[in-house]
Nanobody, 115 residues
Framework: QVHLVETGGGLVQPGGSLRLSCTPSDSIFSFNAMGWYRQAPGKQRELVAEKPSTGSARYAYSVTGRFTISRDNAQNTVYLQMNSLKPEDTAVYYC?????????WGQGTQVTVSS
């Protein structure tokens, strides 16, 4: 069983920044891709950003230019740097890891953007 441990959520004012971290229990190299999804109340879970093991990252249109996904192989961790946060970014953010078609999820971390 793969476990994904997320940290870094919280309350931030509009225009602020947060960085989310996701550390899997298995080596980061064992996954085809890792990414972040979010789910706001009453809405479906949506892709925010994804970083494949090879190739470029992709982002949801709504976060392009504001969010950056990165990975630190030495720390076995994937990050989501979120800048210029907006109230509409408020959601539970989930780390996702894909390995040969099997999807693994973290427990989710709440991000609230409010003044």
């Amino acid at each position: 069983q793969v476990h994904l441990v997320e940290t870094g959520g919280g309350l931030v004012q509009p225009g602020g920044s947060l960085r989310l971290s996701c550390t899997p229990s298995d080596s980061i190299f064992s996954f085809n891709a890792m990414g972040w999804y979010r789910q706001a109340p009453g809405k479906q879970r949506e892709l925010v950003a994804e970083k494949p093991s090879t190739g470029s990252a992709r982002y949801a249109y709504s976060v392009t230019g504001r969010f950056t996904i990165s990975r630190d192989n030495a720390q076995n961790t994937v990050y989501l740097q979120m800048n210029s946060l907006k109230p509409e970014d408020t959601a539970v953010y989930y780390c996702n890891a894909d390995r040969r078609g099997n999807a693994y999820w973290g427990q989710g971390t709440q991000v609230t953007v409010s003044s």
